[in-house]
């Protein structure tokens, strides 16, 4: 039991760190972008580089906070070692979700190598979640449930005992 407790806080904590770091580099990313936005004067559609550029920062930022908030989260479960309530199983779940998108996204426009670093990062996700799994706290905590004996015959009408001459 300790042990696959160990083995469950480990992944835990491992996906905290992984997201913290893949939230560095999101915001990073970004930063980047809308500086080169900024000083290639860039325009899509007859939009200002300066929204353009707030843009890329306000939505790297925003993704960042979330991915943030994501690893607060499983930090949290680590130090707990438990699941946290429905609203953060769902964070977490979207997480995945938005995890397993963009890694489809990425293999075509970055490559192979980013595409495994996302399926990581998915990877731990999904293994968090299931190695957390909210029935495995109530099959431990309840008690088993009462079974109920069968009222009266198993089958078939009564039949009267056969007549003795």
């Given at each position: 039991m300790r042990k696959a407790e160990g083995l469950r806080r480990a992944a835990a904590t491992a996906t905290a760190v992984v997201l913290v770091l893949e939230a560095l580099t999101i915001a990073f990313v970004n930063w980047i972008l809308g500086l080169s936005v900024r000083h290639q004067?860039?325009?899509?559609?007859?939009?200002?580089?300066d929204a353009m550029a707030t843009g890329s920062w306000v939505?790297?930022?925003?993704?960042?906070?979330?991915?943030?908030?994501c690893a607060v989260l499983t930090a949290r479960i680590a130090l707990r070692d438990r699941m946290t309530g429905r609203v953060g199983r769902i964070v977490l779940i979207?997480?995945?979700?938005?995890?397993?998108v963009v890694g489809a996204l990425?293999?075509?426009?970055?490559?192979?190598v980013a595409f495994v670093v996302v399926m990581v990062v998915?990877?731990?996700?999904?293994?968090t979640l299931v190695m957390y799994a909210p029935e495995d706290r109530d099959r431990a905590g309840a008690a088993p449930a009462p079974t109920r004996e069968p009222e009266g015959p198993a089958s078939g009408p009564e039949q009267a005992p056969p007549a003795t001459a």
């Open positions: 004067k860039m325009s899509m559609g007859g939009l200002s580089t939505g790297g930022g925003l993704f960042a906070l979330f991915l943030v908030g979207v997480c995945a979700v938005v995890h397993g990425v293999v075509g426009l970055v490559g192979w998915l990877a731990l996700l999904v293994g």
